[in-house]
């Protein structure tokens, strides 16, 4: 899965709401899966671009958080980023995917510290929004408000299923649930019953999400391919539907 092109990045580019998708059923796809921050309201996303400014990222850059980094909120528009939540003794990592929020959204109605570095994994658009700012829309907007409220609590619950999933899975299984939730965001079945999405990102960072080493993802995934498990045609994985039909349920029980 190692990647030397962005060409698999229009897919993840796509804008997740249109005309034809239904906000809940985007949620349930996408909602209580650990590693990949679940999407936030489109109606809040609006209110974001509305009040926010605009401002792009290379890969591997920091983001500004603006003169006062604990009054940032950013939205992610598009390309891939990363944050990394320092805890007492480890740390998490979720991949933050567009119309996701990257940072100031667990802390928005508390200012509570929180320790952590985002970075971006590919080229990023971003909207910087200041909390004080939009804390203050929101109490004038009662169901924008009552839609946030909700975000958080997903968001919240994806990082606490993240660290769950990292601390009590094996290497294999946690491997199986990052491609589970990859294919849950971006994955369509094709005729012959694969599941077709485009690549995962650079295994430096699937490694990380994850929490598994270098020689132990390579040794899986070799075994996958030679079982033809998985397999990849130009920018797009395939795997067999076989390989995550547990993941569903050790994810309800977590839950």
Not at 2 to 10: C, T, V, Y
Not at 58 to 83: T, V
Request: charged share 20%; aromatic share 8%.
């Amino acid at each position: 899965m190692q990647i030397h092109n962005l060409s698999w990045l229009a897919d993840i580019n796509k804008p997740i709401f249109t005309k034809k998708t239904d906000y809940q059923s985007v949620l349930k796809k996408t909602s209580g899966l650990p590693f990949i921050t679940p999407p936030l309201h489109p109606e809040l996303i609006e209110m974001l671009e509305k009040i926010g400014a605009e401002g792009r990222v290379e890969a591997g850059e920091k983001f500004p958080l603006g003169l006062d980094s604990e009054d940032s909120f950013i939205l992610i528009k598009n390309g891939i980023a990363a944050r990394e939540i320092q805890l007492l003794n480890s740390s998490l990592i979720n991949l933050v995917l567009p119309s996701r929020s990257l940072c100031g959204d667990l802390n928005l109605f508390t200012n509570r510290g929180i320790q952590e570095q985002q970075f971006s994994i590919t080229p990023c658009q971003y909207v910087l929004v200041s909390k004080k700012l939009l804390v203050s829309l929101l109490f004038s907007n009662p169901e924008i408000l009552n839609a946030t409220l909700a975000d958080i609590g997903q968001i919240s619950l994806s990082h606490q299923l993240s660290l769950l999933i990292a601390s009590s899975l094996g290497v294999e299984e946690r491997i199986k649930m990052f491609i589970f939730v990859w294919a849950s965001n971006y994955s369509e079945q094709t005729k012959e019953g694969w599941l077709k999405m485009p690549f995962i990102v650079q295994r430096k960072y699937a490694r990380s999400v994850a929490k598994v080493s270098r020689s132990s993802l390579d040794g899986v995934l070799t075994k996958w391919k030679k079982n033809e498990l998985i397999k990849t045609e130009g920018h797009y994985l395939f795997i067999s539907p076989e390989l995550i039909k547990t993941c569903a349920s050790v994810l309800s029980r977590k839950n």
